[in-house]
DNA sequence: GTATCATGCAAGCGCTTGCTTGCGCGTGAC
DNA sequence: GTCACGCGCAAGCAAGCGCTTGCATGATAC
């Protein structure tokens, strides 16, 4: 494709997750991408347009990655599933999380973006409970456990675990990975069926 | 006090939660407050020492609110003094979301701000895991459930129930606190002792 | 009554913002 | 050889920004 164009979609997606929409100048993003403002102007008919263009691309590439990871329709095993497609949410959220942090703020002001702005965490959360749901269903989680709560919960751990770090590093000692491991495992146990309710 | 500098501390307040700080412009906060620019740069030095003061209140009104909040010292049912605290945390955090949201997003750009962005988050923290590692030592927490895993966790869904629902509405049915209520059972369930071990 | 104080209002300054215009330069197609 | 095209550069414009100045007005203190 275009180089230039290429150049100025990276830049303004890097300012404007640091920044926000309106800390995201146009002149910040040329300066970035290498390119004299003008050129910009010549690309893009506005800055909106820009950034819009840029949200998509990051969308479509974010969708892509976590589309590609292995989360099986049939669950056999919670432990040996759920573990690794975590893992590797919870990486792509860290380094996505300069820009979730930016779009949380500006949610509101930005509603020409939503679909490009939330739509991987919508993905993530839709595919788990579909997941747990036919694991409930399977017999692979205890009764009690409401299968929407378990999402909620795993969602919760990702996003904390995947926004805060930066803020409160001293709260995660060990690394934020390990504190997340950790808390899968307490969420794991606490909904395994009890023994005598696997045989049943 | 000073009906003037409290009106324009709260204008600022709310300025700033709903827009950021480059978003917060004197002109919007003296006009929410009803009151002319040139007064307010009377009764504050800039921008900065306005925003400033107006977040150091926030932050004291917030910690004198959840300091009120009981917790005990020594646990003797969980369920009984965890769930009305976080309940009460809750309602707390979600009133101040959009400030949370606005203070994720531009936590690199503010830290002549951190000690009155976070603070309660983080105070309600360490108040949590004292509790946990109390209760842990009481006998009142399943053996191998980690107290901090377990703290995290219950962080993680204050944070996720307090900042997601304005964004995914659909995902949070029967309300946030139903579903708040959900987790919470969820996590308290899957860390309480097993009978045989409660009677040893 | 007068002095003091907080406030409103009109105007403006220097700066940054998104965006435009005009021109000149190099490269590749034919 | 020339011609179109993508780009850089210098300049600028209207609007909004933080912040200042000068002056008029009304309430309060003594």
């Known amino acids: 494709m275009d180089a230039t164009v290429e150049r100025l979609l990276t830049a303004a997606r890097e300012v ?24 910009l102007f010549r690309h893009f008919a506005s800055k909106e347009e820009l950034i819009g263009a840029a ?33 590797m949410v919870l990486q792509a959220f860290a380094g996505a999380g300069r820009g979730v942090r930016t779009a949380l703020a500006e949610w509101e002001h930005l509603p020409a973006y939503h679909a490009w702005l939330l739509g991987p965490s ?17 017999g692979l989680v205890r009764p009690g456990a409401d299968p929407d709560a378990v999402t909620h919960l795993l969602v919760a751990a990702l996003f904390s675990h995947g926004l805060l770090p930066p803020m409160m590093p001293g709260r995660f000692p060990g690394g934020p990975a390990a504190s997340f491991e950790r808390c899968v495992d307490l969420i794991l146990d606490g909904i395994r069926p009890e023994p005598e309710e696997v045989s049943r």
Chains 1, 2 share one sequence.
């Open 16 to 39: 404007f997750d640091e920044e926000g929409f309106r800390g995201a100048t146009t002149r910040k993003i040329a300066a970035r991408a290498g390119v004299n403002e003008v050129t």
């Open 122 to 138: 919508e993905a993530v959360m839709e595919r788990l409970r579909i997941y747990l749901c036919a694991a409930a269903r399977a």
């Open 55 to 87: 949200l998509a691309r990051g969308h479509a590439e974010a969708v892509a990655r976590l589309s590609a990871a292995p989360l099986p329709e049939e669950p056999a095993d919670l432990d040996a599933e759920l573990r690794p497609y975590l893992r």
